[in-house]
């Protein structure tokens, strides 16, 4: 059963093959099997959830729901669900039980959607290998000695190892495309606005974007088809029409013109994930698609820019976390001051401190111009470069991520190399432009991402040209060993 | 030596809408803790903010009352600092992009004098909870009511010279929000707050002297005592050698003196960024003009007009247009009861006496303006007499109907058949032999006293109702003869 898509899936529970609460208990088994290596989920809520499947297979009995009703899934534990754990990966919200559902979680759930649990991912979604967090690394399916990527790792990695039928991510800098790029799945982060942030809890306010990671484009659309849209409880989501992403996937790619940046094929970049790329081109070429080179100039900034703005909004994000209302509390406090500094201290891992204090470094008085503006402006810069290339171009192409998986403990210790994971994925963010990346030839037994990066609002661009891919492909259907 | 002092204002003021700025709890005052705060006034991890829009259009009708710049793209930033009632650890607040611009009042010193006092500027923000220290053994309560509650900073230029001067200008403002019914400017429940800034220089010289930022002062009385105090504080130290440093300073009214909270090294780095969850305010000029469309007349233009209209001094026109309600009562009475000056003794006279000895305002008078000026009314065309407007008042008060069916019903009505009168004035003089034999001997100018003893007798005979003026004039007449 897991081996099979949503659209599938559905038509497996309309014809009764098989109900949702079988389908569920099939997945809760893998998870049982499978997950103790993997360590993909943090929560596994199975009485919630085969409670959601029996209320799914009444829908159906009746003829009622949609294409995702009784479609067993997973949420990255980014997202808050009312009374279950929501813990962002944090020793600081191990104890969270969130009193309300985050919109994403909402829209799915109206949808039909049966939850399985919540998804392991790097502390507070700030990591690009999933070892930040304080539930444990997450393994990848595919080599149990590399890292998933991150910090959607979780969710990455559980729908690599058909754990769940589809999962949902979110991406600050790559957190959904690099991780799905590592795993051999497909993801896509949104278009800054198209997706509400309400009860997705924050690291990089105006980065931050929730998106759906599955095995598949076709998959992806239905799923971003359930979370996307208009939210009034976020001012920055964007009242813009919503299209039917399912309806355009078969469109013809006949003369679709593709930007290649020459600064995503350089010298930092895998030869073998070049020639993965490179390969994948070529069948957009077969497909009729025009390919050219373009320039993004002021990639090379992307990283330090993104070092800036991502924590200066982290530390203001997480100021919350004081101990005082709710989270971790530290035992004993002497005083006001004692309660703030150890709370935050023991609540917080190394990686989330090390870049609160960049961020409140960045904006404290004395230096807010030279960093925090000057990254203001570099970002406009960046921006401005996609926006020349759209000109010319229909969709960017490029490599995912610079390496396939690293190793479990490669790059702990050494923050800039991490960092550098998401070169080429962190500018669409300071643009807010949507990005995707789908699995292309692997290279020594690891998955290798495609990415595809489209102009503003172009989600049902990105998934046609990714779907039409997909079926002159068999790389996303390819399993890690044992799955 | 003689010094200068400069002062300037930072007033926070409560604006009266229904909910918060960035989420949909209530703002009522004194409902039990923490009954009044949901998830976004929580802090909630995950909740975002949504700006409500009745407190930008309040900001814009007190901008435009004072003739300041509407700024049609204002931004949020986040004012960050840990503090207990503080839930997010940071408030929403705007630094360099107010909604209001550059404005001015106008203000009239105690001697007549007016003077411009310059707004710098008006921001949105929001308040922050309270803490409650007594009563939790030792530990401290949150109280999130109150977060989150949409205030406007009006931030003033250093253009007031005197604690006194201070005081007018902050009580101006509070009449202009009261006028606009931008806020209530309820003092006692923190929906009108002050900070100064005080500071002294040697008369004439142009620089200004190092300032210090007095918090904590919830009414008028106590801004004054504040700057005062620190006024003197300052001098001192200066003259005996030492140096105003640059700090905050509570005001502590138990003792009436102001003590140092922390100094400006102490201060918290804010680190104010623009805050990513909310887009920049974009007003356009439908929401504007919307905004304005009822503006009521401000104070400054309704006294004038009633000096005009009325004829009534400065004074009295200050009075009486001293709050908005107070205005439209006395208007309202004085329309209706046809006499100004009538009007305007009875509203500042029998009206306010007895308002003040119930405590109740204006607005809650069980007269009603309508009501009040039916009174005057019928003392205007001598229906009635002063003497027996007050029992007829009293009456109203007590619930008892309009002035006209009180008359009718008591038969108040004055005697001004000068018949009637002039029998019980007969009655009256033969009745007072010895009285009338000591007035026609007694001077002149003993007379008049004199004459108050048959007014009395005449009044008390005819129960009140005998229409004075021509009881005095027959008496005069009578005795004389």
């Known amino acids: ?483 | 030596m003689q010094w200068e002092t400069v002062i300037g204002l930072e007033i926070h003021t409560q604006l009266a809408t229904s909910s918060k700025i960035f989420s949909g709890a209530a703002t009522v005052f004194g409902a039990e803790p923490n009954t009044q705060a949901c998830l976004v006034d929580l802090g909630m991890p995950g909740v975002l903010p949504v700006l409500n829009r009745e407190a930008v259009r309040l900001a814009v009708m007190f901008g435009t009352a004072i003739g300041a710049e509407i700024r049609r793209r204002s931004v949020f930033d986040r004012k960050n600092y840990f503090y207990p009632d503080l839930p997010k650890g940071y408030q929403i607040s705007q630094l360099e992009f107010p909604i209001v611009g550059p404005g001015e009042v106008e203000i009239i010193l105690e001697d007549g004098e007016r003077r411009i006092i310059g707004v710098t500027r008006a921001h949105l923000e929001e308040d922050a909870g309270k803490s409650l220290h007594e009563d939790f053994h030792g530990m401290t309560g949150i109280d999130l009511n109150r977060a989150g509650t949409p205030l406007l900073e009006i931030v003033s230029e250093p253009d007031m010279r005197s604690a006194v001067e201070a005081v007018i200008y902050a009580k101006k403002i509070h009449q202009i929000v009261r006028y606009l019914g931008v806020s209530d400017g309820n003092m006692q429940e923190g929906s009108f707050r002050c900070d100064a800034n005080v500071s002294v220089r040697p008369l004439g010289q142009e620089e200004l002297g190092t300032r210090a930022e007095l918090k904590n002062i919830n009414s008028f009385r106590f801004l004054e005592r504040a700057i005062n105090y620190e006024v003197e504080r300052q001098i001192e130290l200066i003259e005996e050698g030492g140096r105003v440093v640059q700090e905050t300073r509570l005001y502590d009214s138990d003792k009436d003196e102001t003590r140092s909270m922390r100094s400006k090294e102490e201060a918290n780095d804010y680190r104010y960024f623009p805050d990513p969850d909310l887009l920049p305010v974009e007003l356009d000029d439908a929401f504007i003009e919307d905004a304005v469309a009822d503006l009521p007349e401000m104070p400054d233009v309704r006294r004038a007009r009633f000096e005009a209209d009325f004829g009534l001094s400065q004074q009295d026109a200050a009075t009486l247009t001293g709050s908005r309600e107070l205005a439209d009562y006395f208007e309202t009475a004085a329309t209706i009861g046809g006499d100004t000056r009538l009007s305007v003794n009875w509203v500042m006279g029998e009206l306010s006496a007895a308002l003040n000895k119930a405590g109740l305002d204006i607005a809650s008078s069980p007269v009603s303006a309508g009501q009040f000026g039916g009174l005057i009314k019928r003392m205007a065309d001598n229906t009635i007499s002063g003497k027996i407007a007050k029992e007829v008042f009293e009456a109203m008060w007590s619930g008892d109907g309009s002035a006209d069916e009180i008359i009718d019903a008591r038969g108040l009505k004055q005697i001004t058949d000068s018949g009637a009168i002039e029998a019980i004035v007969d009655e009256v003089i033969a009745n007072s032999p010895q009285q009338v034999e000591n007035y026609r001997q007694a001077d002149a100018e003993k007379q008049p006293k004199m004459l108050g003893f048959f007014v009395g007798q005449v009044m008390k005979a005819s129960k009140g109702k005998a229409n004075p003026q021509q009881v005095n004039e027959l008496l005069r007449e009578k005795l004389s003869g």
């Open chain 1, 1 to 483: 059963m897991h081996n099979n898509s949503i659209t599938q899936l559905a038509e497996g529970l309309r014809a009764g093959d098989f109900s949702s609460v079988e389908l569920t208990r099939h997945y809760l088994q893998r998870i049982n099997q499978l997950d103790e290596g993997l360590n993909s989920f943090i929560t596994i809520t199975e009485e919630q959830a085969l409670a959601q499947a029996e209320a799914a297979d009444k829908k159906l009995t009746a003829g009622e729901g949609g294409v995702l009703t009784g479609i067993p899934i997973a949420h990255k534990d980014i997202f808050c669900t009312q009374g279950v754990r929501t813990s962002c990966g944090s020793r600081m919200l191990d104890n969270f039980i969130s009193p309300y559902d985050a919109t994403v979680v909402e829209r799915l759930s109206d949808a039909g959607v049966v939850m399985l649990g919540k998804t392991n991912m790097d502390e507070f979604a700030m990591g690009s290998s999933n070892e930040t967090s304080f539930y444990g690394p997450v393994r990848n399916p595919w080599n149990l000695d590399k890292v998933p990527g991150g910090s959607s790792g979780g969710s990455a990695a559980a729908v690599a190892a058909r754990l769940c039928a589809a999962a949902t991510g979110t991406d600050t800098g790559g957190s959904i495309r690099q991780p799905a790029a590592l795993c051999g799945i497909t993801g896509i982060k949104p278009t800054y606005g198209r997706v509400s942030r309400y009860g997705m809890i924050a690291f990089a306010s105006s980065l931050d974007q929730a998106g759906p990671m599955a095995a598949s484009a076709e998959d992806a659309a239905l799923m971003l088809q359930a979370m996307a849209g208009f939210d009034q409880r976020d001012s920055t989501s964007m009242q813009q029409p919503l299209p039917d992403y399912s309806a355009t996937l078969n469109e013809s790619l006949q003369g679709l013109k593709v930007g290649l940046p020459k600064e995503y094929f350089d010298e930092g970049l895998d030869a073998g994930v070049r020639q993965s790329v490179e390969q994948a081109i070529e069948v957009y070429t077969a497909l009729g698609a025009e390919v050219r080179e373009i320039t993004l100039p002021n990639t090379g900034l992307a990283v330090a820019t993104y070092y800036v703005v991502a924590p200066a909004e982290c530390s203001s994000n997480l100021s919350r976390f004081d101990g005082v209302r709710g989270g971790y509390r530290c035992d004993n406090p002497v005083d006001l001051e004692d309660l703030y500094k150890r709370s935050r201290s023991e609540g917080f891992g190394e990686e989330v401190k090390l870049r609160i204090l960049i961020g409140a470094y960045v904006l404290s008085a004395g230096y807010y111009d030279a960093y925090y503006l000057k990254a203001q402006k570099l970002r406009h810069l960046i921006s401005d470069d996609f926006k020349q290339a759209f000109e010319d171009v229909d969709v960017i192409m490029g490599p995912a991520s610079p390496t396939t998986a690293f190793g479990v403990g490669e790059k702990s210790d050494d923050p800039v190399s991490m960092y550098l994971s998401d070169v080429y994925t962190i500018a669409t963010n300071m643009a807010g432009l949507p990005g995707m990346s789908i699995p292309c030839a692997p290279v020594g037994g690891l998955p290798v991402g495609l990415q595809i990066i489209g102009n503003y609002f172009d989600e049902a661009r990105l998934l046609n040209v990714a779907h039409q891919f997909q079926q002159q492909t068999q790389w996303h259907q390819q399993l890690p060993e044992g799955v």
